[in-house]
């Protein structure tokens, strides 16, 4: 009598988490909040100075990828059955470097440490729900404040000088997996940065072989939503 007791109450329990499934696919939930988790490497798209006699010390330069990571909160608002508007503030960390060669053949490597606080606005089309499965795209823009920003400093002839502000194009993909009461979403985007973070510097050895340098970054982050 017991076991059967039991085998009815967790059929009734599977039965109520179906439901609460369903309550998400249903797009009965129409606002709800998470958190974002993830990590990210990024580098510089460089456009390179004309040669000139201030720049000749330096023979070769390329940007390197550096490591970093962040921390989000999410805010969906989910207007139609296929597709969310989600607001996504986040700190983020990043390093990014170049490495330069001298004309005595000496490698100098140079690490740029960024700490963003990023606003990011975007849109998500979702597919049909398999099961308590679904698979999606986003794409948005997004607007960072580099609270590390050296722009300003006076004092060191060996930096780069990067700007405080950049805004950016973003798009990815991603998985949403269905939980009694979240939502796991892994996803992975790209971004390219369109504005031109280098302040030009002629006294600066590394800054004066630059012209332009834009941020480029690919994160990979783990959504819980519910």
């Known amino acids: 009598?017991?076991?059967?007791?039991?085998?009815?109450?967790?059929?009734?329990?599977?039965?109520?988490?179906?439901?609460?499934?369903?309550?998400?696919?249903?797009?009965?939930?129409?606002?709800?909040?998470?958190?974002?988790?993830?990590?990210?490497?990024?580098?510089?798209?460089?456009?390179?100075a004309k040669q000139q006699a201030t720049n000749d010390s330096i023979r070769y330069f390329k940007p390197s990828f550096g490591p970093g990571f962040n921390l989000g909160i999410i805010c969906n608002y989910q207007f139609h059955k296929y597709f969310d508007l989600r607001f996504i503030p986040t700190l983020s960390f990043s390093d990014k470097g170049i490495t330069?060669?001298?004309?005595?053949h000496t490698i100098i490597k140079k690490t740029i440490s960024s700490i963003y606080l990023d606003f990011p606005l975007q849109l998500?089309?979702?597919?049909?729900?398999?099961?308590?499965?679904?698979?999606?795209?986003?794409?948005?823009?997004?607007?960072?404040?580099?609270?590390?920003?050296?722009?300003?400093?006076?004092?060191?002839?060996?930096?780069?000088?990067?700007?405080?502000?950049d805004a950016a194009a973003e798009y990815g993909l991603g998985f949403m997996i269905y939980f009694p009461y979240f939502i796991l979403s892994p996803e992975i985007k790209v971004s390219h940065g369109f504005i031109n973070l280098h302040t030009p510097t002629p006294g600066l050895i590394y800054s004066r072989t630059i012209e332009r340098m834009y941020s480029r970054t690919f994160t990979l982050t783990l959504n819980l939503e519910g």
Request: aromatic residues 12%; positive net charge.
């Open 124 to 165: 998500r089309f979702k597919s049909d729900p398999i099961k308590d499965f679904r698979v999606y795209v986003i794409a948005g823009v997004r607007y960072d404040f580099d609270l590390a920003s050296n722009v300003k400093a006076r004092k060191a002839d060996d930096i780069i000088k990067i700007g405080k502000n």
């Open 1 to 48: 009598m017991k076991k059967i007791q039991i085998t009815i109450l967790l059929l009734v329990a599977v039965f109520s988490l179906k439901a609460q499934f369903n309550e998400f696919e249903l797009g009965k939930k129409d606002v709800y909040f998470g958190i974002a988790m993830g990590v990210n490497v990024g580098d510089f798209k460089v456009i390179h």
């Open 100 to 104: 330069y060669e001298d004309l005595n």
